[in-house]
């Protein structure tokens, strides 16, 4: 008889399987689906990265094992990035490192300094891997705060006090719901933070995908931040390049040992090849070649945004208007499980609000990443499953 841990055992059961099932036996008999299911960019990364990219990949040299905490010349990289773009001086020895993708990192950091039983602070809705595969995974115990409509979408900083919390995880621009925060916020935050001896997680991974003129800070723009906080980074969502796998957290110097000392137990740096292309990548940001496609990228989210946000809002669908990240937050009311389902009966994929913790509960995500056609033709699908 094989047995699962107990750690295994608490993490909570998969609410989707009923529904993926269906989507797949619907995949499987042809029919046409338009999911918006999948936070994946379908827009093309930056071409000069992808040529930079097979570049470095024809190099043999760069195909040996990379350190646990990444290339010097990658965190050289990443630190003159953070002074480009958030006016923040690190230094790349010690308050970098490279991650093999964030959700590694977020994950991982947690091993660190979460001992059994200590209480995590995260987010209701949220990105899972906080509660379960940072929290959960380190035998910690979740304590929900929840993000409301009413307050938008950010946690209520008096309700987080005196709750004996070793860590906070919290992320804007905000996966689900597309919230986004400014420097004030983050500055009471850390402040909270100071207070209460909490470690903070900052998941800043949709900085770069934002609409409107808005330009989204960096948790480390705080003087007092590198006391308390590290920010996670992550190339996935900026350059569209999710499967490249590579990421990097900033700050603090005794959180960013620790994040590096359970990774160099476990792993060896992302490939050296992709840490070359990525540094480049950083250090050209502002080209025509980066940012000329990613401001392309963003534009169609914005025309994604604008047009799936006014045909719900037609049939009565209640959306957040986003400011950054390449999500709709829709108000469905009731039971998200029961509207997606009804959704995915007319050929719909959206997520079920629920399966970013009791309080997504009413609403549905929708990743912008469909182009504006099929945006067309689900909107029509969408009328036919409501006036059903
Ligand atoms: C996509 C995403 C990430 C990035 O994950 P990677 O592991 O870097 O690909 C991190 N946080 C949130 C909230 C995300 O949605």
């Known amino acids: 008889m094989i047995e699962l841990s107990k750690r295994i055992k608490r993490l909570p059961p998969y609410l989707f399987a009923e529904l993926e099932n269906t989507i797949n036996s619907l995949k499987a008999r042809g029919v046409d689906l338009i999911s918006f299911g999948v936070g994946d960019p379908d827009l093309p990364p930056p071409r000069a990265y992808l040529e930079k990219l097979s570049e470095e990949a024809a190099n043999p040299k760069n195909h040996n094992y990379s350190f646990s905490r990444g290339e010097e010349d990658f965190r050289i990289a990443v630190s003159e990035w953070y ?52 929290t959960l995974l380190s035998d910690g115990q979740p304590v929900d705060i929840p993000l409301l409509k009413e ?42 933070a100071k207070e209460e001896n909490i470690i903070v997680c900052y998941d800043n991974a949709y900085s770069e995908i934002a609409f409107d003129g ?36 900033v700050g603090n110097k005794q ?66 208007k986003p400011k950054a990240t390449f999500y709709l937050w829709v108000e469905c009311g009731g039971s998200s499980m029961e509207y997606a389902a009804r959704l995915l009966e007319a050929g719909v994929v959206a997520t079920p609000g629920v399966g970013f913790g009791k309080h997504g509960e009413g609403y549905l995500r929708f990743a912008l990443t469909i182009p504006l056609n099929r945006i067309e033709e689900a909107l029509s699908r969408v009328q036919e499953a409501i006036h059903q």
């Not at 490192?97 to 979460?114: D, H, P, Q, T, Y």
């Not at 723009?221 to 957290?249: M, P, Y």
């Open 151 to 192: 307050m938008g979408f950010k946690p209520d900083l008096n309700a987080m006090s005196g709750k004996k919390a070793k860590m906070l995880y919290l992320n804007y621009p905000n996966n689900p719901t597309g919230a986004v925060t400014d420097l004030e916020f983050l500055k009471e935050l850390i402040e909270r």
């Open 255 to 320: 959180l960013i040992k620790g994040l590096v000392e359970v990774k160099s137990q476990i792993d060896s740096g992302p490939p050296v090849y992709l840490q070359k292309a990525a540094a480049w990548a950083l250090r050209n940001y502002s080209s025509q070649e980066i940012l000329g496609q990613l401001k392309k990228n963003v534009l169609e989210y914005q025309r994604r945004r604008d047009r799936l946000a006014e045909g719900l809002a037609k049939m009565g669908l209640k959306c957040f």
């Open 83 to 134: 002074k480009f773009r958030f006016g923040v001086d690190l230094d790349p020895e010690n308050e970098v490192v490279a991650l093999i993708g964030s959700k590694e990192g977020l994950a991982n950091i947690a091993r660190a300094f979460i001992d059994d039983g200590d209480r995590v602070l995260v987010p209701d809705p949220a990105y899972p891997v906080y509660r379960n595969g940072a």
């Open 214 to 249: 808005y330009t989204a800070p960096s948790i480390m723009q705080v003087d007092e931040a590198k006391e308390v906080a590290v920010e996670f980074h992550s190339c996935s969502k900026t350059l569209s390049v999710t499967g490249d796998r590579i990421g990097f957290a």
